[in-house]
């Protein structure tokens, strides 16, 4: 699914009209303006679009959505806890650069080896989480003060030193 990148979850209805909440991890106040589609996964791989009547901001990490044939609170209310995702172009027009979801797509270095490309970042109040596949297991790489060295936006490299036996765990 790397032409999709997970951007937040629908969170709850507003209004009686069908409007959803998206929550929304891109990084920066946005109101989503301009976006025509947004996609839903029905079955594993297989993603659903949802056609964007209008959007607006709410706060800095959530948006209101109208979705094109969803007309009441009760329709809208189906689709809350369902992980939305947006199409790679639609990804980098609306996620912060500084944000660490911008980092979906990178690979992290780690000692001049290439562990791996970076599928899903996941945020915790010190540090970064980093899913990649290792060797074909799941590891979670962490990017803190103490392990990241740089970042190198034009080749989407991110240089870490990882503490000694970190990935031992996942091999």
Not at 14 to 26: A, C, D, Q, T, Y
Not at 80 to 88: D, G, R
């Amino acid at each position: 699914m790397s032409q999709y990148n997970s951007i937040g979850k629908l969170v709850a209805t507003f209004g009686v009209k069908g409007e959803v909440i998206l929550s929304h991890r891109l990084g920066a106040e946005t109101d989503l303006q301009g976006l025509e589609t947004f996609f839903i996964e029905n079955k594993k791989d297989e993603m659903l679009p949802y056609f964007v009547e209008y959007t607006r901001a709410k706060n800095e990490e959530e948006v209101y959505i109208k979705i094109e044939g969803i007309e009441s609170k009760e329709v809208a209310g189906k689709l809350l806890q369902k992980t939305v995702w947006l199409s790679e172009e639609d990804f980098r027009q609306y996620a912060d650069a500084t944000s660490p979801i911008s980092f979906l797509g990178y690979h992290i270095i780690d000692q001049d080896v290439d562990l791996g490309e970076i599928l899903e970042i996941i945020e915790q109040p010190h540090q970064v989480l980093c899913r990649i596949d290792l060797e074909g297991n799941e590891a979670l790489i962490p990017l803190h003060q103490d392990t990241l060295l740089e970042i190198d936006q034009d080749e989407k490299r991110i240089y870490v030193e990882l503490p000694d036996g970190l990935l031992d765990i996942y091999r």
